[in-house]
């Protein structure tokens, strides 16, 4: 059994009513991100046939801060109220607590993600290993993106779509629209554009695609299909987590 990786995590909520999220939403939020990282999610069952042996159990585990930043006792979960309705992808207020959001813990040694209302229809966004500006270094998510909320986008997923970026995963069509762009996972099809919604079809071959091929990795966690319908890591995509964390995130395991 490969060595299971621990992440410490804080949450900061930042809402005109922060109480509007639970500690139990969190803890399911916790839940959601540790059965998907850890390959025991049971709608697993939805991989087809043809992509099961590339589906991963990265065995990146979370857990909820127990100190802060000054190393005193902590839940983890910070809230926060706000002035501010909502927040867009490039407005860093939310991350200063001068600011009308709150400040990041200590990037190195914590995973920051701010739990929050977003403007225009954004679920999420999360910056890059290597990030130049630590205070910001994190994930954003809309707060209702938490398991338990209606609608295609309230199981949790974002949040694990969100941390695959913070890990260093590319969207499984390279970003572009033609052929050419790249996610640097072998195992991931290639594929031409973002795919919405739930297909639930069997093979599905887009533009890029190719004759005889067995389609578009839908069911992958990378690309932009609801929920529910979203299941999986490949094997690359688990080998660019590890060496992320090993090369660009070392100090979040000490
Ligand atoms: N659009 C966002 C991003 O690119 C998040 C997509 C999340 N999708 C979902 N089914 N929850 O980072
Ligand atoms: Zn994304």
């Not at 190195?108 to 999360?126: A, E, K, P």
Request: aromatic share 12%; net charge negative; charged share 20%.
């Amino acid at each position: 059994e490969a060595t299971t990786i621990y992440i410490p995590v804080v949450f900061h909520i930042v809402l005109r009513n922060p109480l509007l999220v639970t500690d139990a939403q969190v803890q399911a939020q916790i839940d959601r991100l540790n059965t998907d990282y850890a390959g025991l999610n049971g709608d697993s069952t939805l991989i087809p046939a043809w992509f099961k042996g590339v589906y991963a159990k990265p065995n990146i585990q979370f857990r909820l801060a127990q100190r802060n930043a000054n190393d005193e006792p902590s839940d983890g979960i910070e809230r926060v109220t706000t002035s501010i309705n909502n927040f867009s992808i490039d407005d860093t207020r939310v991350k200063y607590t001068s600011l009308g959001g709150a400040d990041s813990w200590d990037h190195n040694r914590f995973f920051n993600v701010w739990i929050t209302d977003l403007s225009q229809t954004y679920l999420g966004y999360s910056t890059f290993p290597n990030y130049g500006k630590a205070a910001e270094d994190g994930v954003v998510i809309k707060y209702t993106t938490l398991p338990g909320n209606p609608g295609v986008y309230g199981l949790g997923r974002t949040l694990v779509h969100e941390t695959g970026h913070y890990f260093n995963l590319i969207h499984i069509w390279g970003d572009d629209t033609g052929c050419n762009g790249s996610d640097y996972c072998a195992d991931t099809p290639e594929q031409g554009n973002y795919t919405s919604g739930c297909l639930r079809d069997s093979i599905h071959i887009d533009n890029c695609s190719g004759v005889g091929t067995k389609g578009v990795m839908y069911q992958n966690f990378m690309d932009y299909t609801d929920d529910a319908c979203m299941v999986m890591f490949t094997l690359d995509q688990k080998a660019r987590m590890e060496t992320c964390i090993s090369d660009d995130r070392p100090s979040l395991l000490t």
